[in-house]
């Protein structure tokens, strides 16, 4: 897994902890969920190359691997595959930020909510209303790691004799669930 608990614990992804979300739960929607948005964001066979490539620091080793693994910032003169026709610049500050937006809008989105024998409640606060996910500005971390997701895939579109297995699968910016 590129993500631990500890990728939460401060910062702009922190995730506050108590009895209700505790580090056993942050880890099983890591294990839940980040397998999928890698699947989703290479396609399976080049997710499977990409993650046999990771070392012993849990970094990938190949340069291929590494360029879309880190921060990626290029300026292109193409139309844009699955976006903005004029954009301009390859923007992406990496797939563990990816991932770590995609993860915290998963856990936040759930996090008001708990599943009880009698089925599922909204959790009420002693010294706070609760607010809608909208509200909150949930909805932007999702779609800036949608942001970082499409300029990977750009960026291993137009270097595809690099990426010949790429599968990704296209995805969009929401506004709402």
Known sequence: ??????????????????????????????????????????????????????????????PIYVKIYEELYEDIERNFWCMCNNKKQIQSRGIKSMLQGFLFFEIMRDFPNARTLTGPVRRKSENADNIENSQFGLYAFYNESISDYKNIQYYIKTNLETYPIFNGICKKVTSWF
């Open 1 to 62: 897994m590129i993500l631990t608990k500890e990728d939460f614990k401060e910062g702009k992804f922190l995730i506050p902890q108590n009895e209700n979300l505790c580090d056993t739960q942050i880890e099983r929607y890591i294990e839940r969920y980040e397998k999928r948005y890698l699947m989703d964001l290479l396609g399976v066979e080049l997710y499977n190359l990409f993650i046999a490539d990771f070392g012993v620091d849990n970094l990938p080793i190949n």
